[in-house]
């Protein structure tokens, strides 16, 4: 019996909505980068050759786009130590980047859960003034004796009236 190996290459929707590849995806990370290298060369005046610009988007390309933006926005206005290159080294960017990523990530983490709360919290207060016809501060007050709305919810209130 003969087999036939089947390959589906990834699509995703570009933002012009049309189906692109991961490589084609990645292709275009790649051009979208390049100004980025630029500036941050600008910025710290030095020079950046072609192969130099090829490397930096290799290695940076697999990383997401705006976690390469605030790394090149801190090596662009930070001081040049004593005798480091004018361009900023791979491992510098390398290290920049991933660390903005995980501070992105951690952040959207925080706001997913803090809304994830403040949605919990409007339906027991929705669900509060249903069963027992109270208004909605007092509802809010309610939830904040029994300890329903944390620290980071205390906007909640301050908003609603």
């Not at 995806?25 to 020079?47: D, G, N, W, Y």
Request: glycine share 4%.
């Amino acid at each position: 019996m003969e087999t036939t190996a089947v390959t589906f290459q990834q699509e995703t929707r570009h933002s012009t909505g049309q189906l692109i590849t991961a490589q084609q995806e990645k292709q275009l990370l790649k051009a979208s980068l390049v100004p980025i290298f630029m500036a941050v060369a600008e910025a710290r005046q030095a020079t950046l050759n072609e192969e130099g610009l090829k490397l930096y988007c290799r290695e940076l390309a697999d990383f997401d786009i705006r976690d390469i933006r605030l790394a090149a926005r801190q090596l662009s206005t930070e001081p040049r130590k004593d005798g480091a290159t004018a361009y900023p080294d791979l491992a510098a960017w390398v290290s920049l980047t991933g660390k903005a990523g995980v501070n992105r990530r951690v952040k959207e983490a925080k706001e997913a859960e803090a809304a994830e709360e403040e949605r919990y919290l409007r339906q027991w207060v929705k669900e509060r003034m249903e069963d027992t016809g109270e208004d909605e501060r007092s509802a809010y007050e309610e939830a904040r004796k029994r300890g329903y709305i944390a620290s980071n919810s205390e906007n909640i209130i301050r908003h609603m009236h």
